[in-house]
């Protein structure tokens, strides 16, 4: 007998304490995997995402871990699932989730997003300063990334967080990686690796973390764009043109550009092209051209007068019922744009009309 065992420990028993080892660590997940109190003994996160009661003990956190590095060690079928198990648990640990005594459920599950960005529901006395403050992004960055105007944010919203410093952006129809990083920054290696697109790539609706990225000022929730301020409605006496100085219905029209009222008179007749003279002029070359110059007004000729330094002139626009004008001009009344207004019919007469 004594000889038959020693043949067998001089053969097996420099496996014999491996194969003793492994056995005693299963045994202790075995009975550690075991819920203390009787509930669900599994350890699958597909129960943490039905189940709102499901929790999870600290210990049974360093059995995930041992659970799944077993499995890639003996190269189970299982192997992915646990793993991923593990690295799952981790996440909620790590989202600050934890108490000292077991892992709750956390009260959102992930989403299909890029693993950069964070999911986080805003708690009680919480604003954006004091989430960045705590994730490291800037609280712009965080306002940014989710159309915000201000820091105050309603308790119970979801937001997305950059899970390092830059901006959570949805992808619009047409982008590429290159337009992406040449509208808001970054570096296009880094977005690729952040967000794991060395496969896929981008698509439309994808929603990625842009590193360091910064939205442009047109683009900010809490741009507000210039409004362009017309006066309108308004009666106006303007007296240094003498009888080209009534007007009603004023409006004025910045956005058309500033210039000289001869230039929008070029470049409403521009057959007049020829007259290259002041507009105190205009009427004395025309009539040299034979060109009909009256005081009957019609819509589409140049109004004109000798009053002022240089004269005016404008555009008559229409003539209506009662015998007034409506006409656009330039350089008129403090207008630096294209000036809209109707020239009441008892001063008509007092124009010369280029036709």
Not at 43 to 58: H, R
Not at 108 to 117: E, F, H, L
Not at 165 to 190: F, L, R, W
Not at 276 to 281: D, Y
Request: aromatic share 10%; charged share 20%; net charge negative.
């Amino acid at each position: 007998m004594t000889r038959k065992r020693s043949k067998f420990m001089e053969r097996f028993g420099h496996i014999l304490p491996y194969v003793l080892s492994g056995g005693l660590v299963l045994t202790l997940v075995f009975v550690g995997s075991l819920d203390k109190h009787k509930q669900e003994t599994s350890l699958s996160l597909d129960t943490f995402a039905t189940d709102e009661t499901a929790n999870v003990s600290v210990d049974q956190m360093s059995e995930l871990y041992v659970v799944a590095d077993l499995s890639d060690v003996l190269g189970l079928a299982s192997a992915s699932d646990v793993a991923s198990n593990y690295v799952s648990a981790t996440s909620i640990y790590n989202s600050g989730i934890a108490s000292s005594g077991k892992l709750e459920k956390p009260s959102i599950t992930n989403v299909d997003a890029s693993r950069g960005v964070i999911k986080y529901e805003v708690k009680e006395g919480e604003n954006i300063d004091i989430i960045a403050a705590r994730y490291g992004a800037s609280a712009d960055q965080i306002r940014w990334s989710n159309g915000l105007k201000t820091v105050e944010v309603a308790a119970g919203t979801i937001i997305n967080i950059p899970s390092t410093p830059g901006i959570v952006y949805t992808v619009k129809a047409g982008d590429t990686i290159d337009s992406i990083v040449e509208k808001y920054g970054s570096n296009a290696n880094e977005i690729i690796a952040l967000n794991d697109l060395e496969v896929s790539g981008i698509s439309e609706g994808m929603v990625i973390v842009i590193k360091d990225g910064s939205l442009p000022e047109t683009e900010r929730p809490e741009y507000v764009a210039p409004v362009r301020r017309y006066y309108t409605n308004t009666n106006y006496t303007y007296t240094y043109l003498g009888n080209a100085s009534s007007r009603t219905n004023v409006s004025c029209n910045r956005s058309l550009g500033a210039g000289q009222c001869t230039t929008w008179g070029w470049l409403k007749r521009p057959d007049l092209g020829f007259i290259k003279a002041n507009a105190n002029r205009w009427d004395d070359v025309a009539r040299s051209a034979g060109v009909l110059v009256d005081h009957s007004p019609a819509a589409g000729a140049i109004f004109q007068t000798d009053s002022g330094w240089y004269g005016h002139v404008g555009y008559v626009e229409s003539v209506n019922a009662d015998g007034s004008i409506n006409v656009s001009e330039r350089n008129y009344a403090g207008c630096y744009g294209v000036m809209f207004s109707t020239i009441p019919a008892s001063e008509v007469g007092r124009f010369n009309y280029i036709h």
